[in-house]
């Protein structure tokens, strides 16, 4: 008989945030497959609880998944878990988990804390409808690229950004999508939790305003307003467009890339075919 692959979601601060079935589980289980053994270590103290551990992360992930295959299939049950939070969210354990299904293993979630949720919940953004889209790029390029893309969506959008490149970020989404309403979650169930509200500007001349940024951080901006929902022309109507307003064709390719977040020469190559 097979072993069960248990989900198991850890606090992401907070070590009260445990639920009483993840403890049950991590108390029960054969095995413990973490991101960190240093940081699950300090969780299983805390519980006190004592069990084999074995790392898995983004570079040994491939292997590992068929080392945990192995046991789950000789019968242990292992509990697969992050440094933080609801595992494969934004980090790895994807290979694992689907090398476990493939091998027709019990894979069994033990939900609990994520940040993106947690963020949503209490950022007074819509909730009906929202978008998780991870980290953003590093490099304001793609960065913009990507808020490009995702300026028409009619939700809240949610990402997770580092304290290093929050300012940089809130830059970009400034440029693209203007002055929508934004939220920076930082911190979240921790001592120095904080909430901050308004625009991207405003909320970048905050942080600006600080000596140091510090602290896990989550992105949220609001949805876009049926106008902005439905300027989704493609590039060369926007150009025509621009250039029956007066604008000769590079004026018009300059603003349509300045409104998209895109580079002129992406424009350019997109409605020349060059």
Known sequence: MTGILYIV??????????TLRARRTLRDCDWIACEDTRQTRKLLEHLDISKPL????EHNEAGRAGELVAKLEAGANVALVS????????DPGYRVVLAAIEAGIPVVPIPGVTAAVSALSASGLATDSFRFCGFLPAKTTQRRKM?????????????????????????????????????VAREL????????????????????????VKGEITLLIGKAKAAEAADDAPLDDAVRVAEKQGLSRMDAIKRVAKERGLSKREVYRTITGE
């Open 147 to 183: 808020l490009a893309q995702l300026k028409q969506e009619t939700c809240t959008l949610i990402f997770y950004e580092t304290p290093h490149r929050i300012l940089d970020a809130l830059k970009d989404v400034e440029a693209v999508m203007g002055s929508r309403p934004a939220v």
């Open 83 to 90: 440094d933080a939070g609801t595992p494969l969210i934004s």
């Open 9 to 18: 979601a850890t606090p992401i601060g907070n070590l009260e945030d445990i």
């Open 54 to 57: 074995v790392s898995y992360y």
């Open 189 to 212: 169930t921790k001592i120095h939790e904080e909430f901050l509200r308004g625009t991207a500007a405003e909320i970048r001349a905050t942080l600006a305003g600080r000596a140091s």
